[in-house]
C-alpha cells in the first residue's frame, strides 16, 4: 500500500468500496432468527431464575 504525506503524516491512499445489494427478505429472515434467539433465550433465563428463586425459599424460606 502506498502512503502520501500530508502535513509531515503519512496517510493511505484512498480505497474504494464495493457494496452488496441486500435485499428485503435477507433482512427479514434475519430479524426473525434473531428476535427466535431472543426469546429462547429468555425463557431459559426466566426458567433458571424462577429455580434459583424456588431453592432460595426452600433453603432460607
Known amino acids: 500500500m502506498q502512503h502520501r504525506v ?21 433482512i427479514l429472515a434475519e430479524r426473525q432468527a434473531e428476535w427466535a434467539g431472543f426469546t429462547t433465550f429468555m425463557t431459559w433465563a426466566v426458567g433458571v431464575i424462577v429455580v434459583l428463586l424456588v431453592l432460595l425459599y426452600l433453603i432460607w424460606g
Request: charged share 25%.
Open 6 to 26: 500530508v502535513g509531515g503524516v503519512a496517510v493511505a491512499e484512498q480505497q474504494t468500496y464495493e457494496f452488496v445489494e441486500v435485499k428485503a427478505g435477507d
